[in-house]
């Protein structure tokens, strides 16, 4: 075993036995800062590049868009983006094939990036007039008073 081994076998001993501090989960953090010139820009990435446990910064300036990967929390990563002067917000859109009703009042946005809408949660009351609408089809379609009905009939 040797003496590098037993020393291995008691560091590890006892490390076992103290608490260990729980780390963070490796997460990406989404944000909505404009920024105008290069200048901005090197403000917001070396204020978030300065954080503990940040591994990349990515900006997309063209979009607003910044993208934060590492051990952080997204609290935390929305504060130090706050400390540049910037408004800052999570980034509130999502590709428009992942919404249920990507042109409802509220969720299209004229501002958002091509291909993106906003992330907005649709009411019930909403969502069961649209599916009373949509029954409502399905019944008149095979109906006697309509002439466009399904020849089968």
């Known amino acids: 075993m040797g ?7 008691l560091s590890d001993l006892i490390s076992s036995t103290q608490k260990h501090k729980r780390r963070k989960q490796m997460q990406t953090v989404e944000l909505k800062i404009k920024m105008d010139c290069d200048g901005c820009e ?23 868009k ?5 051990y952080v929390e997204a609290s935390k990563v929305v504060k130090k983006a706050k ?15 992942l919404v249920l ?13 091509p291909g993106f809408v906003r992330n907005v949660e649709i009411t019930s009351t909403a969502t069961s007039n ?3 609408h949509e029954d409502n089809q399905y019944t008149t379609m095979f109906s006697d008073d309509n002439p466009n009905a399904c020849s089968i009939m």
Request: hydrophobic share 35%; net charge positive; proline share 6%.
């Open 3 to 9: 003496v590098s081994g037993t020393m291995e076998y």
């Open 83 to 97: 400390s540049t002067g910037k408004a800052v917000e999570i980034w509130p859109y999502v590709p428009y094939n």
């Open 130 to 132: 649209m599916a009373r």
């Open 42 to 64: 090197m403000k917001v990435k070396n204020a978030l590049s300065s954080m503990s446990g940040v591994k990349s910064v990515d900006i997309n300036r063209k979009q607003s």
């Open 66 to 70: 910044v993208t934060v990967t590492g």
């Open 101 to 113: 009703h990507p042109y409802a009042a509220k969720t299209y946005d004229k501002k958002a990036p």
